[in-house]
């Protein structure tokens, strides 16, 4: 035994098995059943292996230059690795501060909310259902498809791009991209087959079923093909998802390379309320996050939003915050549009009746584009 030790053929073969494994890794990996990417695999398994070169050298007396070398590189390699580690461990302590501030309650299924609201929209004409962009808006209508037309033109959308817009509503925002943008289809996910129903009798109606596809299902799972799309577009929907992050990795997965995903989203950033110093509040936020149904996993602050997007593979991630074109504009309204108010129903003097929400303390409204690589 010493001596198969001292000969250095025991390093060769745990060499061997080394090489092995990250083989079989990088296979598993590319089958989609590791999810270990092989640069990954390579920082776990290339320090050890320089250290057993090192020793190799040494018993097959190598000069102590080429063993200092292997040192030097094997510490390079862990030095990366824990960067890389530090990072990432990082950004799920934010995301856990976060829960650890938040009250557990458990969020309100987005189907369950839809379906109450199935019929309801906030503008008069359209049937919009989001806060609007109010730079320019004097009303809900106009604010509503001032903030469609920002995510459109946010997208570059053209005449050549295949489009999924999930969390459509009741598509009013796909009907004004074809006639704005004249994309060539515009496929529609939607969780709340009330609203789908509807959506597709206007679009028929409007002779646009060629354009527009509209279907049931949720945007962590569309079940649409690989690189099916050039742009990915959620407004004002992607903090329902269960998770906003399985979302970024379905996004990531249906954009061809050099494809765009864009979203206007609401988050919250007051996270760090202390429930033990301010209970109501504390409280009162979470039961808002929970009643706008809004699964806890999905609260963190726009810097953890864009390291989110950059995890699931997108590059040039860019995520500005709006809400002060949005959140001003939408209490201004609820306070002095009465028609508005009646569509909101008891929810509309709710907030009248309380202008200074938790939402407008707690959360954030955020404009957010990035990119799939070109590859
Ligand atoms: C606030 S509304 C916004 C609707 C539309 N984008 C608009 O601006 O008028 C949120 C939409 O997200 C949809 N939704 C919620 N969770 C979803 C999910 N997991 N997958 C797809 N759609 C979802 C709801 O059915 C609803 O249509």
């Known amino acids: ?22 083989i079989v890794l990088i296979v598993l990996w590319r089958k989609r059943l590791c999810p270990l990417r092989p640069s990954s695999t390579l920082l776990i ?35 990366v690795d824990l960067r890389q ?11 856990a501060s976060a829960d650890r501030s938040g009250m557990t309650i458990p969020a309100l299924p987005a189907r369950l909310l ?7 929209a906030f503008t008069e004409r359209g049937l919009y259902l989001n806060l609007g962009y109010w730079p ?17 033109q946010t997208a570059g959308l053209t005449s050549e791009d295949e489009v999924v817009d999930v969390g459509f ?8 991209w074809i006639r704005r943008f004249s994309p060539r289809r515009i496929i529609g996910v939607n969780i709340t087959p009330e609203q789908v129903r509807v959506a597709r009798e206007r679009v028929r109606e409007l002779g646009l079923e060629a354009r527009i596809d509209l279907r049931e299902g949720s945007a962590t799972a569309t079940g649409l ?31 061809r ?34 009643a706008l149904a809004v699964p806890l996993a999905n609260v963190y602050p726009r810097e953890v939003y864009a390291q989110k997007l950059a995890a699931a593979g997108f590059e040039s991630v860019r995520v500005d915050s709006i809400r002060d074109q949005v959140f001003p504009g939408w209490r201004r309204a609820v306070v002095e549009d009465a028609g508005l108010r009646r569509r909101l129903g008891p929810v509309g003097w709710l907030l009248r009746a309380m202008p200074e929400t938790p939402m407008d303390e707690g959360f954030d409204y955020v404009l957010a584009v990035a990119y799939r690589p070109r590859g």
């Open 136 to 152: 320019k808006a004097r009303t809900i209508d106009e604010a509503c498809e001032a903030m469609v037309e920002l995510v459109g």
């Open 1 to 22: 035994m010493a001596e198969l030790l001292a000969s250095g053929r025991s390093i060769d073969f745990v060499l061997a098995m080394i090489a092995l494994e990250a």
């Open 257 to 290: 390379p050099g494809g765009r995903l864009v979203l206007a989203d609401s988050i919250p950033i007051r996270v760090e309320s202390d429930p033990w110093r301010h209970p109501l509040r504390t409280f009162l936020h979470a039961l808002v996050r929970a």
């Open 225 to 255: 093909p690989d690189a099916c799309c050039d742009v990915v577009t959620a407004v004002e929907c992607a903090f329902h998802f269960d998770t906003r992050e399985l979302f970024f990795a379905e996004a990531a997965r249906l954009l």
């Open 45 to 79: 398994l290339a320090p050890g292996t320089c250290l057993l070169l090192a020793s190799r050298a040494v018993l097959s007396g190598a000069s102590w230059t080429a063993v200092s070398w292997l040192f030097l590189v094997a510490l390079f390699i862990h030095l």
């Open 85 to 95: 580690r530090w990072r990432r461990e990082s950004g799920r302590l934010d995301t």
């Open 169 to 176: 509503g009741f598509a009013e925002q796909d009907i004004y």
């Open 114 to 120: 839809y379906k109450a609201a199935s019929t309801h």
